[in-house]
């Protein structure tokens, strides 16, 4: 079956860094676009960060800046490296997987995200 398994979460200082990895297996990777989406408590879940299988990135305005999406196809990973943070990054981060013209739809489990002093 298709897995994503999403990584690199913890605790850490307003200002410190963080960098989330997704490791996709079972798919052709390279023929997903890929995102990452989080969800605080009480809120929404929100997209922020796409990359596209041509390599174009999209950010929103909170995280626009700060956070960077990559891809690795030769590892079936993408990544997101997350600076500056902040306490409202708090949330539990999920990696997707999209294939627009299969209609197939993936996500990862989820990794925790905490910022506080």
């Known amino acids: 079956q298709v897995q994503l398994v999403a990584s690199g979460g913890g605790l850490v200082q307003p200002g410190d860094s963080l960098r989330l990895s997704c490791a996709a297996s079972?798919?052709?990777?390279?023929?997903?676009?890929m995102n990452w989406y989080r969800q605080a408590p009480g809120k929404s879940r929100e997209l922020v960060a796409t990359?596209?299988?041509?390599?174009?990135?999209n950010y929103p305005d909170s995280v626009k800046g700060r956070f960077t999406i990559s891809r690795d196809n030769g590892k079936n990973t993408v990544y997101l490296q997350m600076n500056s943070l902040k306490p409202e990054d708090t949330a539990v981060y999920y990696c997707?997987?999209?294939?627009?013209?299969?209609?197939?739809?993936?996500w990862g489990q989820g990794t925790q995200v905490t910022v506080s002093s």
């Open positions: 997707r997987a999209h294939n627009v013209l299969g209609g197939s739809d993936y």
């Open positions: 079972r798919i052709i990777f390279s023929r997903y676009a």
């Open positions: 990359i596209t299988t041509g390599g174009s990135t």
